[in-house]
């Protein structure tokens, strides 16, 4: 089976800076594109960035809301992601989830989530 567990989140005040880790595992052959996405009380959940990894480089994206402020990053072994967290605000506040398009060791494709860790960011 196939694993997402985030860690890193917390309560920060306004301006300060987080990082996100996440770590997939288990029944793995590809993974090439992982995502962070969030959901603040009572609101939809949205993309926040996005990293895939190609040959030579990584593409990444990020929503317009956070530009400037968030990196996501893949770890050497393309299976952790990390999100560092500048100049945060109070709008940042929410529950992130680790998102990953996967194919596992038996040929088949799917979409996995992690539990969420929560993100309080105080005025």
């Known amino acids: 089976q196939v694993q997402l567990v985030e860690s890193g989140g917390g309560l920060v005040q306004a301006g300060g800076s987080l990082r996100l880790s996440c770590s997939a595992s288990g029944s793995i052959r590809s993974l090439n594109t992982m995502n962070w996405y969030r959901q603040a009380a009572g609101k939809q959940r949205e993309l926040v960035a996005r990293i895939i990894s190609g040959i030579s480089d990584d593409d990444t994206n990020y929503a317009d809301s956070v530009k400037g402020r968030f990196t996501i990053s893949r770890g050497n072994a393309k299976n952790t992601v990390y999100l560092q967290m500048n100049s945060l605000k109070p709008e940042d506040t929410g529950i992130y989830y680790c998102?990953?398009?996967?194919?596992?060791?038996?040929?088949?494709?799917?979409?996995?989530w992690g539990q969420g860790t929560q993100v309080t960011v105080s005025s």
């Open positions: 998102n990953a398009a996967i194919i596992t060791t038996s040929g088949f494709p799917g979409t996995y």
